[in-house]
């Protein structure tokens, strides 16, 4: 999958917030859902969840269904897959500090105290 700056961007704007990632939470643990049983999860009225669901389907992070008058809700997780591509190297970068830190720490003399 090709993804340009502005999906990226979209994505992490999308994740930017916490009721968007514990509507992924829920989606994730739980499976498809409808608008309403995610909405009980959450003290806001429904236009704003809807809102959220919005932003959330924009970035592709979610996909709706309709089924007779409620719309179902599904996890879309291919662009947290580019998440992970793009902090890959930051959890190298970390790792490598720590090894080097661990080296340090090996070559230091052990306290006599």
């Given at each position: 999958?090709?993804?340009?700056?502005?999906?990226?961007?979209?994505?992490f704007a999308a994740l930017a917030?916490?009721?968007?990632?514990?509507?992924?939470?829920?989606?994730?643990?739980?499976?498809?859902?409808?608008?309403?049983?995610?909405?009980?999860?959450?003290?806001?009225?429904?236009?704003?969840?809807?809102?959220?669901?919005?932003?959330?389907?924009?970035?592709?992070?979610?996909?709706?269904?309709?089924?007779?008058?409620?719309?179902?809700?599904?996890?879309?997780?291919?662009?947290?897959?580019?998440?992970?591509?793009w902090l890959h190297p930051y959890?190298?970068?970390?790792?490598?500090?720590?090894?080097?830190?661990?080296?340090?720490?090996?070559?230091?003399?052990?306290?006599?105290?």
């Amino acid at each position: 999958m090709i993804t340009t700056a502005a999906d990226e961007d979209r994505v992490f704007a999308a994740l930017a917030n916490g009721t968007r990632r514990e509507v992924l939470r829920l989606l994730r643990e739980r499976g498809p859902q409808p608008v309403q049983s995610l909405a009980d999860h959450f003290d806001m009225r429904r236009p704003s969840l809807s809102e959220h669901l919005k932003v959330l389907r924009e970035a592709g992070l979610v996909s709706e269904e309709r089924a007779g008058r409620q719309r179902i809700y599904r996890l879309e997780a291919a662009p947290l897959a580019d998440v992970q591509d793009w902090l890959h190297p930051y959890e190298r970068f970390w790792r490598d500090r720590f090894k080097d830190l661990g080296a340090l720490l090996d070559r230091l003399p052990d306290d006599e105290t």
